[in-house]
């Protein structure tokens, strides 16, 4: 075994020893959402992101600074670490929408309490500048934020299982306490960011165009779709909607190389619509 496939083995069965399941798509994925957006957006708009970022002290949460849109896109979850003062927005990170019915998402979206509602409520907070700077600030970075939650599978698709955190999985040699969220959320995620070619780069015209076509509710359908025929297929021997039992799924070296293209095509598409979304509304 080479020193870097020791050393992700062992970082894996850290992982597994972990008290609980990861709830979040975990910073890497966010922070690689954020990057390709700051590379695809226009310059007028990085000069305003940048502008809004620099007064990120207005937030008053100097535990989850905002001064680079890395760490804009993971304020959101770092603020969940504050208690009540940020508790109404825990159900805005994702939408349960069953994978076994035919999509519709209304009923996952009730109240606006879904993450592709806040992603609209967001982007039109952002772009009004008669609202307070500090309520855009705090738009920008739940926008950045929610972006790349509805572009992980699991915060999109659902049977009924919290988005597979009730799912028990093992992802290759790594056992234990892993759940199909959890994985989706961090190594699986983090190994196709980190595959070749490099996923963070300015990215050409007609890439983009294909990439960030669409409404977010077409965004929403296609990530439920991935959750769907890849996430919960995979996990399931290639039926999404096997019944579920208490069986411990397992997700050999095949099946990982086989979702690392959904993964990041997923990651891409985020990063590229989010800098569609930011020129919209402050280019």
């Known amino acids: 075994m080479s020193m870097r496939r020791r050393f992700i083995a062992l970082w894996l069965a850290a992982l597994a020893?972990?008290?609980?399941?990861?709830?979040?798509?975990?910073?890497?994925?966010?922070?690689?959402?954020?990057?390709?957006?700051?590379?695809?957006?226009?310059?007028?708009t990085?000069?305003?992101?940048?502008?809004?970022?620099?007064?990120?002290?207005?937030?008053?949460?100097?535990?989850?600074?905002v001064r680079t849109i890395e760490q804009a896109s993971y304020w959101a979850d770092c603020v969940k670490e504050l208690g009540p003062r940020f508790s109404y927005a825990y159900s805005w990170h994702y939408q349960n929408v069953?994978?076994?019915?035919?999509?519709?998402?209304?009923?996952?979206?009730?109240?606006?309490?879904?993450?592709?509602?806040?992603?609209?409520?967001n982007a039109k907070l952002l772009a009004d500048k008669t609202v307070p700077t500090r309520e855009r600030i705090m738009a920008l970075a739940f926008l950045i934020h929610f972006v790349g939650d509805l572009h992980q599978p699991l915060h999109a698709g659902d049977r009924s299982d919290l988005g597979g955190n009730r799912v028990k999985a093992d992802y290759g040699i790594a056992s234990g306490r892993l759940n199909l969220h959890a994985i989706w959320d961090g190594p699986l995620a983090e190994r196709a960011i980190s595959s070749p070619p490099p996923i963070v780069r300015v990215y050409d015209a007609d890439e983009r165009a294909k990439m960030h076509a669409g409404t977010v509710e077409d965004w929403s359908r296609e990530s439920w779709q991935v959750s769907r025929d890849f996430a919960y297929a995979t996990a399931y021997g290639g039926d999404p909607c096997t019944p579920a039992s208490e069986e411990r799924r397992k997700l050999d070296d095949a099946t990982i190389e086989a979702l690392i293209a959904p993964m990041r095509e997923e990651v891409t598409k985020g990063g590229l619509r989010l800098a569609r979304m930011l020129d919209e509304a402050l280019g």
């Open 98 to 121: 069953d994978v076994c019915k035919p999509f519709e998402l209304k009923p996952a979206c009730r109240d606006g309490n879904c993450v592709s509602a806040q992603i609209e409520r």
């Open 46 to 65: 990085r000069v305003a992101i940048d502008r809004l970022l620099r007064r990120g002290a207005l937030l008053e949460t100097p535990s989850c600074p």
């Open 17 to 44: 020893l972990l008290p609980a399941p990861a709830s979040a798509f975990w910073e890497y994925g966010h922070e690689t959402v954020g990057a390709i957006a700051w590379k695809n957006v226009r310059p007028e």
